[in-house]
């Protein structure tokens, strides 16, 4: 035994061979915690004074190889100032070159995914083994943050600086077979055969097979492109990732810089770039955000398998409906390996739900997602049937008709009667009360909510909404089935709108105050993307459709009268209805707050329409002039304060789900970390100073809570700040 630490251990081999393992005790991964980092510099040091080791391999006792550096301990470092984050910095670099540096070759044998500071560690060895099944990565640039323990400089040595600049600024995790090919790893071997190699590997470089020197040489020296290569290469480069990532993402373009700068210097001065320059972006706030979303991310993740553990397993599953939604839902499921049934009353609807599948499917098999085999498979997953014969053996039934009470609850209670008494009913219902479904129902407490988002195969989120009467195991079931889908369940209560719609419509309604007031639509739609929305709320209206934002709103109304009931006073209508009374539905019908055209795709594309514009200037009372900043509190303000109070009504349980509900459901800006992060970083007392402003103006819809004033006056946060435990 060379080392025993409470993570890390090094024996050494009757051969000679050191194995030094990762295995974190009390975990299910390895992540490179503070902890972890010491006890790697101590195992290194071990080593160093071992006698007789002719070779080192390192890997792990987990499923994972090293997941990455442990986030939990980011909000608290990033506090610190800028110095003390390149001393961290140069620190790690220096542990990590004393692995490049041993005075014998390494090989590191990747056994499962090796992310992030774990990437660092194998790109540190001389020679890299992979199992086939496992994946390798840089995703910093997804937290706000790029490489900072080497990963900008050995990576482009390593497979040239094109590779790693798509590595890096895209922060994706590769599989095997593509780290092969860019020469990331030298071989790539099945799971139990991967120690085998590595010790093989060894045996090579030890024989004078293959030069471990010259390998560490590559990664220690300049990078072999002359002054034209560069400026092709990074300036390209630049180009095309500014347009990926957009203006509020700064990481994946400051990475190629550091690549760059570091370009033409040795190992220790192109570390010292890259040290600053990670310390620069760990400082910012869309790093402070991206970093609190992972943690809320992981929060609801673990809620939901909490949940996933104790439900009845969902084998089969029925889905009532074969429109688009339908058939998006039944794509879905059997795309993810769980059969269903979709029943319509017409054959034409379930060929269009099938039709809708395929499309789909046939997308997964262009882009080599899905062999042709996975797709005739996926296919037969979906069993369209006229008729309720095969619903005694469903575990799961997702209604999805239309959204109309009395059609919904027809429907529910027909189909209760055909299932097995343990069978979970659900609605996929975006407004209607699930209390009020569940009326008629014998058994309520089998029964609950199941919200999809449109388009189903794109967007992450599942509400599920908990009733009255509705039972944990039901929970537990959806939320189970949810997870086998792929996508990411957010369990709420029930009340009108749920928690995503209930919060999504004060925006509406803030936006029908300003056009009303005369703000021109188009410019509110620009100042809202350019504060970092995909779309702004006439274009999201549009694309919603008119109807389903009229039916909605009714729906907001008389469930929150003295805030969400809208009467706009130049004629009693608003601007949205007036579009839908012109029969101006959105892209549904090709005129809305905009026209639509074609495009080369074949996807809709937005025009400026002057009779729309004609048509809201019907809705205008009076002519205000607003400001970028005035139309932003304007909208962002109705929409925080209905987070908050679906929080403090306790439809949501915690800040973390109702700010990822709101990003994965309804496009929150991430890099603003969602809703109660944004109202965070404002300050409370601000934005409660803002919002008792424009309450004045404007009315309820403004108005903050009492417990939100008391919050503001305590000066409390929504999430715990960090800053004076790590201080």
Known sequence: MIYQGNAITVVQRDDGIA????????????????????????????????????????????????????????????????????????????????????????????????????????????????????????????????????????????????????????????????????????????????????????????????????????????????????????????????????????????????????????????????????????????????VGLFLSDQLVKKKGKQYANQAAAVNKTAVLGAGIMGGGIAYQSAYKGTPILMKDIKEEALQLGLQEARKLLGKQLERGRLSSDQVAEALSNIRPTLSYGDFGDVDLVVEAVVENPKVKEAVLAEVEGLLDDNATLTSNTSTISIDRLAANLKRPENFCGMHFFNPVHRMPLVEVIRGEKTSDAAVAATVAYARQMGKTPVVVNDCPGFLVNRVLFPYFGGFSLLVEQGADFERVDKVMEKFGWPMGPAYLLDVVGMDTAVHAQAVMAEGFPDRMAQEAKNGGKTAIQRMYDEDR??????????????????????????????????????????????????????????????????????PAEADMALIYGIGFPPFRGGALHYIDALGVETFVAQAETLAEELGPLYRPTERLRDMAAKGERFYPDTSESDQ
């Open 19 to 290: 194995m030094l393992t990762f295995d974190a005790q009390d975990e299910s991964v390895n992540t490179l915690s503070s902890k972890m980092i010491e006890e790697f510099e101590a195992a290194l040091a071990a080593l160093g004074e071992a006698a007789n080791v002719k070779g080192l391999v390192i890997t792990s006792a987990k499923d994972a190889f090293i997941v990455g550096a442990d986030i939990t301990e980011f909000h608290g470092m990033f506090r610190r100032d800028e110095d003390f984050l390149v001393d961290m910095n140069t620190r790690v670099h220096g542990i990590f070159n004393t692995l490049e540096d041993l005075p014998f070759p390494s090989v590191a044998a990747i056994n499962g995914l090796a992310l992030g500071g774990g990437c660092e560690i194998t790109l540190a060895c001389d020679f890299r083994v992979m199992s086939d099944s496992a994946k390798l990565g840089l995703p910093e640039t997804k937290l706000g943050i790029l490489p900072g323990w080497g990963g900008c400089v050995r990576l482009p040595r390593l497979i040239g600086a094109d590779n790693a600049i798509e590595w890096i600024s895209g922060g994706t995790e590769n599989r095997a077979d593509a780290a092969l090919k860019v020469g990331a790893v030298d071989a790539v071997v099945s799971g139990d055969a991967l120690e085998a190699a590595a010790l093989d590997i060894l045996g090579r470089a030890n024989a004078g097979e293959l030069d471990h020197q010259a390998r560490r040489s590559v990664k220690q020296s300049p990078l072999m492109l002359n002054a034209i290569e560069q400026m092709m290469v990074f300036e390209t480069a630049k180009g095309y990732v500014a347009g990926k990532a957009g203006p509020h993402y700064p990481a994946p373009i400051e990475a190629i810089k550091v690549i760059q700068k570091g370009a033409g210097e040795g190992r220790e001065r192109a570390q010292a770039i890259e040290a600053k320059a990670f310390a620069k972006l760990a400082k910012t706030d869309v790093c402070y955000h991206l």
């Open 585 to 654: 539905l959105g892209q549904k019908n090709g005129k809305g707050f905009y026209r639509y055209e074609e495009d080369k795709k074949g996807k809709p594309k937005k025009v400026s329409d002057e009779q729309a514009h004609a048509l809201v200037e019907e809705a205008v009372d009076t002519r205000g002039e607003f400001s970028d900043d005035d139309i932003i509190a304007r909208m962002m303000v109705p929409l925080c304060m209905e987070a908050v109070r679906c929080l403090e009504d306790g439809i949501v349980a915690t």
